[in-house]
């Protein structure tokens, strides 16, 4: 191969569920659409638990190519020596089965969020991971947009906050109640918290942690509450504040499924000494920030706009990420790091824990 081709990743994809859809149609958008040169993706087999007619029907809905191999079980999508690294895309209870599996048949892995149940899953599949010599990443794709990375260049790097000061994110959607549905079914995995709050909580993480000041150090402290849903007791409504001691900032995040948040404004609002900077668009497809720069006085200046593009769902920028990793023999990603996601997942247990919020022994157990 020339050094010019770009490297092809073949993708499985596990579960035909409605993120899979998207996802899986980004894959299948030609790359250079969004100016990449050095990879590509093909979708080479899908696989469904329900059916194989349900997979089937997700290859013809999706546009994948006819040759794609439609599978009626997670275990022959895995067995299949053409699929290289599979998206598992079943809901939140699933994720560590699911990814074990793929891992124990020689799979790599780009799993949904949040990664596992808790911390502890999420150590175990990165131990079997390495053990494997097998790449595997958590798809927290709003850490690989464009704008995600100008804006922690911005403030990591140029440092144009100067010392950052506290930083407060927020995702609140309203879902009608269904006792089945997985936000709202503990033995999915329901709750606002795992399924919205680890938006939030990456936006903490994604500034306030990664901090250089820092230096992804754990939160020194984590207070929180919760409203629970009645009917289910999952949460309905989860806030939490973080202070990390070593770099003496505070974040708070909260999540909601009971109103719906307004972005055009901002879903997250990050502040340093020398001023302001607001996230635009949903929290987990963020579309712009603005920054304000303290005048003399110490008020916000006049706002500066960043807005960026987003040619597609923009689940392809994390896709490119691993077939980046792959190309390059890696089996950990720097932007979603194994780090990143278990300190996320520690976070949640924290303010589950505080909460007396657990989905029970079976669910949160792991196979070591
Ligand atoms: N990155 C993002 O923006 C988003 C991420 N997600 C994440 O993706 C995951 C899936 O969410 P979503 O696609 O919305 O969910 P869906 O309910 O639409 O799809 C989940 C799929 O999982 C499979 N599945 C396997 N076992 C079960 C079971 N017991 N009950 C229900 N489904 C099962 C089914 O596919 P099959 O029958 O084909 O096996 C089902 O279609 C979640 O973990 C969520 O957090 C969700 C939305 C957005
Ligand atoms: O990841 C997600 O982002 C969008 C939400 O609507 C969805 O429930 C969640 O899983």
Not at 1 to 26: L, V
Not at 73 to 90: N, R, T
Request: proline residues 5%.
């Amino acid at each position: 191969m020339s050094s010019s081709s770009p490297y092809t990743a073949k993708w499985g994809i596990m579960a035909c569920g409605s993120i899979a859809q998207k996802f899986t149609k980004d894959l299948l958008l030609d790359p250079t659409s969004r100016q990449v040169k050095d990879v590509k993706h093909e979708v080479v087999a899908v696989a469904s638990s329900s059916s194989v007619q349900k997979a089937q029907d997700f290859v013809k809905e999706t546009g994948c190519p006819s040759s794609t191999q439609a599978y009626g079980s997670y275990e022959e999508l895995v067995k299949d020596p053409k699929v290289q690294i599979v998206y598992v895309a079943s809901p939140h209870t699933f994720h560590y089965e699911n990814t074990l599996l793929c891992l124990e048949n020689g799979k790599s892995v780009c799993c949904e969020k949040p990664f596992t149940i808790n911390a502890e899953q999420t150590k175990h599949l990165t131990q079997v991971a390495k053990k494997n010599n097998l790449f595997l990443m958590e798809a927290v794709w709003t850490r690989f947009f464009p704008v995600t990375l100008a804006l922690q260049k911005a403030i990591h790097q140029d440092r144009i906050l100067g010392k950052l000061i506290r930083v407060k994110a927020d995702l609140s959607k309203q879902f009608k109640f269904d006792a089945k549905h997985r936000l709202y079914n503990p033995d999915l995995g329901g709750g606002a918290l795992l399924d919205l709050g680890l938006y939030p909580t990456t936006w903490l993480m994604m500034t306030l942690f990664s901090d250089p000041e820092n230096g992804k150090s754990l939160p020194s402290s984590i207070s929180s509450s919760m409203i629970k849903v009645p009917q289910t007791g999952v949460d309905a409504h989860s806030v939490a504040t973080l202070v990390f001691d070593k770099a003496r900032t505070i974040g708070t995040l909260s999540c909601t499924l009971e109103v719906e948040g307004l972005y055009n404004d901002h879903h997250t609002i990050i502040q340093g000494e020398k001023g302001t900077i607001t996230v635009q668009g949903q929290p987990y497809r963020p579309e712009g920030f603005t920054v304000y720069l303290n005048d003399k006085d110490g008020n916000p200046g006049q706002p500066q706009k960043h807005n960026f593009d987003i040619p597609g769902q923009g689940m392809f920028w994390e896709a490119d990420a691993c077939a980046r990793d792959l190309r390059d023999g890696k089996i950990e990603d720097d932007t979603c790091s194994w780090t990143d996601s278990i300190a996320t997942m520690t976070v949640l247990d924290t303010v589950r824990k505080q909460n007396n919020f657990s989905y029970g022994d079976k669910l949160e157990g792991t196979r070591t």
